[in-house]
C-alpha cells in the first residue's frame, strides 16, 4: 500500500506547487488566526486554483464560526475540510463535504469509541496532545497508543520529520501521514529540500 502524503500549513503558491510536483497529494491551508501558518482567503485561493490536477486542498480549521468556514468553501473551494478542534460530529457533517476529524491522542482517550462518532470522516487524524495547543506543535505521541481496530482511515501527525517517517509508516501503518512543522524552515516557511526528503521516505518506507 502507498502511504498517502499531506503537507500542512503553506502560505504561498510557489511552496505549494512545488511540494505537488515533489509527489505531495494533498496540499493544507489553515484558516486559525493564532496560528502562524494562518492564510487568508485571498491567498488561499490563489493556492488552491494553482494545484495541479488530483492534489486536494484541505482547509484547516479550529472551532471555527459556521459562516467562516462558508466562506472558505465559497471562495477557496476545497477538496476536504480537516477540523482540528472539538467540533461535534453535527457540526462537522452540516457542511456537506468530505471531512477529516482530528484528535490528539492522550492516555485514557478511547480513540475506537472517538471514531465511531465520526463515522462518516474520511480519516481520524492522530496528533500529539499538548495542552493549549491545537496542533502544528512539532510534538509527537506514543504510536503504541493507535489501535489495530481504528475504525476510520488512520491519518499520523505529530513530530514527523524525514528521520522518523518510515519507522512511523512501519509501526502504524496508516493511509496517510501529515506534516507541517518537520519539513519548515521556520514556522510558516517550507524548505523545498526537507519537503522532497519527506516524500523520498514515505515512499521508501517499505
Not at 488552491?48 to 465559497?74: G, K, Q, T
Not at 509501526?171 to 516524500?199: H, L, N, R, Y
Request: glycine share 8%.
Amino acid at each position: 500500500m502507498r502511504t498517502r502524503i499531506k503537507i500542512c500549513g503553506f502560505k504561498d503558491v510557489a511552496s505549494a506547487v512545488d511540494a505537488a510536483h515533489a509527489g505531495a497529494d494533498a496540499i493544507g491551508l489553515v484558516f486559525y488566526p493564532p496560528s502562524p501558518r494562518h492564510v487568508d482567503l485571498t491567498q488561499a485561493t490563489r493556492i488552491a486554483r494553482a494545484l495541479p490536477a488530483f492534489v486536494s486542498s484541505v482547509a484547516l480549521f479550529v472551532d471555527a464560526d459556521v459562516a467562516m468556514v462558508n466562506a472558505v468553501i465559497s471562495e477557496v473551494k476545497p477538496n476536504v475540510l480537516q477540523f482540528h478542534g472539538d467540533e461535534s460530529p453535527a457540526y462537522c457533517r452540516q457542511f456537506n463535504l468530505p471531512y477529516i476529524k482530528a484528535v490528539r491522542v492522550r492516555q485514557g482517550l478511547d480513540l475506537v469509541q472517538y471514531a465511531l462518532q465520526f463515522n462518516d470522516a474520511q480519516g481520524l487524524l492522530l496528533d500529539a496532545y499538548i495542552a493549549g495547543a491545537a496542533g502544528g506543535t512539532g510534538h509527537g505521541f506514543d504510536w503504541d497508543l493507535i489501535p489495530a481496530d481504528l475504525p476510520l482511515p488512520l491519518i499520523l501527525s505529530g513530530g514527523l520529520d524525514a528521520l522518523n517517517v518510515g519507522a512511523a509508516i512501519r509501526q502504524t501503518q496508516p493511509w496517510a501521514v501529515d506534516v507541517s512543522s518537520g519539513v519548515e524552515a521556520s514556522k510558516g516557511i517550507k524548505d523545498a529540500a526537507k519537503v522532497a526528503q519527506f516524500i523520498l521516505e514515505v515512499n521508501n518506507a517499505y
